[in-house]
């Protein structure tokens, strides 16, 4: 079988979920179908203490299948409950800042490359990712087309790896892949059957293993 790491991997978008035990079973049912690099853990509408409460009970399912917790914009919830990463949207100052403080004991990601002049700002605090497409962005079957683009170009020109969101349907992380990305980010394609997830995470790698382009070769 292929390594994961010669081949565009997984990244997975937690959902919001109204109750944590249960998205924290949910997710770490989904991490039992196979590889995933990390997963991303957005805020929503929560205050800090129930976001940290969230963060704290999926941090440890996630790290026990060996994959980065990434908690979006929230340093201080990624400290306490002991994440591996953060996820920035905010300016490229902003982002400049959290990579001189943290890295490199955590990830840093930038999320708010929606254009190519941006993606060149953010990239030049020098960040471990660049995230392009919104973290709900999957609201059709197939990867929006202009966050593909914005992945094939980046990944054919800068090293700093990518992360392109896909959409609602698995197939999506195939085009993905074929882009160039390092990373293709699914939510709606894994989590909207919860019974079904670990199945998605375990199709898609495979798919992944038989028709994603090779780093390197």
């Known amino acids: 079988m292929t390594r994961p790491e010669s081949r565009c991997r997984l990244v997975l978008i937690v959902p919001d979920f109204a109750d944590d035990a249960t998205g924290a079973r949910l997710l770490a049912d989904a991490l039992k179908g196979g590889d995933v690099a990390s997963v991303i853990i957005p805020q929503y509408e929560l205050g800090d203490d129930a976001f940290q409460a969230r ?24 400290g306490r409950a002991k994440a591996d990463g953060l996820h920035l949207t905010g300016s490229a100052e902003e982002l400049a800042e959290a990579v001189e403080k943290f890295s490199p004991k955590m990830i840093i990601g930038a999320g708010r ?3 190519r002049h941006v ?4 990239g030049e605090a020098n960040p471990d990712y660049v995230f392009f497409g919104k973290l709900d962005g999957d609201i059709k079957p197939e ?14 020109m800068v ?3 990518c992360i392109v969101m896909g959409g609602s349907d698995p ?9 160039g ?11 909207d059957d919860p019974a079904m997830a670990a199945t998605v995470v375990a199709q ?7 028709k994603a382009p090779r780093f390197g070769g």
């Open 55 to 78: 963060v704290e009970a999926l941090v440890p399912e996630i790290q026990a299948a060996n994959a980065a917790a990434i908690v979006v914009d929230n340093s201080r919830v990624a």
């Open 143 to 156: 990867a929006h087309s202009k966050n593909v683009d914005l992945g094939e170009w980046w990944a054919s």
């Open 159 to 161: 090293s700093i790896p």
């Open 204 to 210: 898609i790698n495979a798919m992944l293993d038989e």
């Open 113 to 115: 490359a929606m254009e």
């Open 171 to 179: 197939d999506s992380a195939l085009t993905v892949a074929e882009s």
């Open 181 to 191: 990305a390092e990373f293709v980010a699914l939510r709606r394609a894994v989590f």
């Open 119 to 122: 993606a060149l700002e953010v």
